[in-house]
């Protein structure tokens, strides 16, 4: 049998079996519903106060400080709606300004571009040939109404790191003057990949989401620094503290916390292992393939992603062809395939036409083996040079 090779971890992640076997107990006799005053309902409420615990710990924040929400996009929405919201309705005569980038995650551009359409100004900085964004250039976009600063710590697709502590005590410092801004950072893909503490990065608000971690799908979590406000975006409830209403999904809430206090025993392993793991597939592919060109920062990046174009092949039939040989990769982001253009991200970068449709992301994750690598690298360069030989017939 074809023993699949799945290279596609920024997108989601297998569940570790630990998670599976933590929450087991919430998806059978332990049922109680957290807010409940019984015995089955302070079952459960311990085991919310657990995870909330290990997520805290994870992020070196205080337990009051995590929200749950169902992931990463309502993370997101929560934060920069909520925070735009909360500032709207102090003060409607003047229009709140958001800085963000332009290589943010679809669900920070999307949130900011739909506040855009309303009272809302939006500011898109420009990045980098190599994705960063400046922090002269957040600084120099600061305005007399700017509410809010949404840069991302690690980017989904290139896995660049942004400066995220450097914004952070730009915020600071600006605050110090009495003006009241915030910042957010979708933290989504940097957690659990490199230590994320919100006091060195001095971020209000950071989004992380469990199936990115080895957990299931449809959890996630806020940061809400103490004292900040939000608007709500679910009401109808007062749990966590009314934030975020809706009934806990105890079980799922159980497998975050799992996973986060996992991720955080398995750093080193991400930084070393996989790093190492991550390198030599990449040395390997920019050597032996002619035309292909590596995407983003090599220095400031994740350890587990490598985002590679291919002169002369498009990326979506060279992913098809890696699948039929049972590899698993990503022209770019999962949430936009499907769309015929080529990644606004690269496209950011400034890559010509050719290598943004050639784009190919590679993301390990740590089930990966060397095996995993040993087989993508035997079957990378047939492929591209079969697609080529294509192309030129064609
Ligand atoms: C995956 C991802 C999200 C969305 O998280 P979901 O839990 O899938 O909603 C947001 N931001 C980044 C950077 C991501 O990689």
């Given at each position: 049998m074809l023993r699949r090779v799945y290279l596609d971890n920024s997108a989601t992640t297998q569940c570790d079996p630990l998670v599976i076997e933590a929450m087991m107990p919430y998806l059978t006799d332990k049922f109680g519903n957290a807010s409940s005053i019984h015995q089955f309902g302070q079952e459960t409420r311990s085991a919310v106060d657990r995870a909330r615990h290990q997520v805290a710990a994870a992020l070196n924040a205080r337990p009051n400080e995590i929200i749950f929400t169902s992931g990463g996009t309502e993370s997101n929405n929560l934060a920069i709606r909520g925070l735009i919201e909360n500032v709207l309705t102090k003060d409607p005569e003047r229009p709140p300004h958001i800085i963000t980038s332009t290589i943010e995650h679809p669900a920070v551009k999307e949130v900011c571009s739909d506040l855009e359409a309303k009272e809302t100004q939006v500011t898109y900085l420009p990045v980098s040939e190599n994705g960063l964004v400046s922090v002269e250039a957040v600084a120099d976009a600061v305005?007399?109404?700017?509410?809010l600063i949404s840069i991302m710590a690690a980017n989904n697709e290139i896995g660049t790191l942004q400066a995220v502590p450097e914004i952070g005590r730009l915020v600071k410092q600006i605050r110090s003057q009495g003006r009241k801004i915030w910042f957010h950072t979708d933290a989504v893909q940097a957690f659990g990949k490199v230590p994320i503490d919100v006091e060195e990065i001095g971020c209000d608000l950071l989004s992380i989401s469990a199936h990115k971690i080895h957990a299931p799908k449809g959890i996630g979590a806020l940061y809400v620094r103490r004292g900040v406000r939000l608007h709500p975006?679910?009401?109808?409830?007062?749990?966590?503290?009314?934030v975020r209403a809706g009934t806990e999904p105890v079980a799922l809430i159980v497998s975050i916390g799992k996973a986060a206090e996992l991720a955080m025993e398995k750093l080193h392993e991400m930084d070393q292992r996989i790093r190492q793991l991550r390198d030599r597939m990449e040395d390997q592919i920019l050597e032996n393939i002619n035309g292909a060109v590596l995407n983003g920062e090599r220095t400031y990046r994740l350890p587990n992603i490598s985002n590679i174009s291919f002169r002369g092949v498009e990326g979506e039939a060279l992913l098809i062809n890696l699948d039929m040989n049972g590899i698993a990769v990503s022209t770019g982001a999962a949430c936009s395939s499907g769309s015929l253009e080529p990644s606004p991200v690269i496209r950011a970068l400034g890559r010509d036409d050719e290598l943004a449709r050639g784009a190919i992301r590679f993301s390990l994750g740590r089930?990966?083996?060397e095996t995993d690598v040993d087989k993508l690298l035997e079957i990378l360069p047939k492929a591209v040079s079969n697609l080529r030989e294509l192309s030129v017939r064609a």
């Open positions: 305005r007399e109404n700017t509410a975006q679910n009401i109808g409830g007062r749990q966590q503290r009314g089930f990966n083996e």
